[in-house]
């Protein structure tokens, strides 16, 4: 059901779109028009500021906007991503991709602006180390162990203001 409805309050036209499908938590509303502004009606405001703070949509966490960005950047710099968020046995990859004839797992760090590490410093001995494994078990699955693969790192700063910066590098680390 999808509802569009135009109410005249206090002399302020507000219009909501709301859309219940499939489900009503996806229901939101939007402020298209607000006439007669000096109009000081008791509550109005308020009411207003109600309805866009329930139906506001919750932003996105930095680490899948980080992602994103990185996906972008590294499909620009030619590579083709075979898989996100990769379950590899209990390991957990965040892209797996080819970049020519060598497949790259790689891990995305993405951190807000500032602070003394870089993203790409915080790939811990722990981390490196499950990837390293999720690697050989994913060229022992594809049966090729001639395969060259490589392990890369993506930095994501997002700014508060301006533009994110993305860096790849790639070969970040060597598997032991």
Known sequence: MIADDTSKVGGRVVILDLRLAPDVKKCF???AAIQ????KIDGVPHMLSLIQGI????SEPL???GEKR???ALRRAGYTILARNARVARYEVDLIAREGDTTAFIEVKTRRDGGEILPEENVGFEKRRHLRKAARIYVAHENNPSMYYRF???SVLI???GKPSVTIHRDAFRDE
Do not use: C, H, I, Y
């Open 70 to 72: 990185a996906l972008r």
């Open 152 to 154: 890369d790192v993506v």
């Open 159 to 161: 700014p508060e203001s």
């Open 36 to 39: 007669n502004p000096k109009s």
């Open 55 to 58: 139906f506001r949509r919750k």
């Open 29 to 31: 509303a939007s402020l």
């Open 63 to 65: 680490g899948r906007r």
